[in-house]
């Protein structure tokens, strides 16, 4: 045989012997049951790792249940904006309706409680805006409607009619610069006419200096000019100064001009003396 071989032959003897002696000293190390020690050794070694594993998974978990409450979240929150917008179309198509059935159950009470003749009528255009304008009515002389009727609100006097087709009537508010209304004073007594200055206000002319006139009195019709009974409500002083030997006495108008749905129309020239209705539209003066 060549010195080669042997020693070839030698190397793999010495190799076997070691790994028999070292596989013997590893199971007398690991005691009556290797395979036990094995597996804790390994378990000892995959701890860590399968801690962080464990970890991992739980974040990842944690991360997915996040995005998907994220998601049902935002999808509620869009169904609640769709619902919100949806209420709201509704009160926008419906606020109208209400508030014009709300004024019709006040303008019934007032017609109740006014013993006279009046006739109801529906605001159906209002120009107050423009030039000479005034509202619209959707009654007219088929209704036995003229000129020089007065007609008011439950909140107080509107104005009076001035002109009147076959279906339809114009009104003359009281804040029209060409309008003129008898009234007088709550607390003084003092009559004077009220004409219009502009949108929702008006002034009182021929009010004596000498007369104690305070902010917030309330103004009435006096019935003097045979257009509406005395005692309906028409405002309430909002700035009293002198002028000259007259006061310049100026009125909050209390009826909403521009938000008016249904009037009532009085009868042509009414008495001058009326019980007044409790509640609106009409005060204590």
Known sequence: MAPHAKWRSASWQAWILSLLWLGHGLWAMSGRWPG??????????????????????????????????????EKEIAQLKARVGLFEMQEVREGPRRAEAEEAIRLLGLKQQMPLETKAARVIANTRSAPFGGLVIDQGTEAGLQPDQGVIAPAGVVGRIWNAGQRQASVLPLDAYNASTGVMLA???ATGVLQGTGPGKAEIRYISSQEGVQAGEAVYTSGLDRIFPRGL???????VRPRDAELKVEVALSAPLDRLSVVLVLPSKPPIEVSPPAGSGKGQP
């Open 233 to 239: 409500l028409v405002g309430y002083v909002s700035h």
């Open 187 to 189: 607390r003084s007594r």
């Open 36 to 73: 036990l020690g094995l597996v804790k050794a390994l378990n000892y070694i995959s701890g860590p790792m399968l801690k962080l594993s464990a970890k991992w998974e739980a974040r990842r978990e944690a991360r997915s249940q996040q995005i998907y409450d994220l998601g049902t979240a």
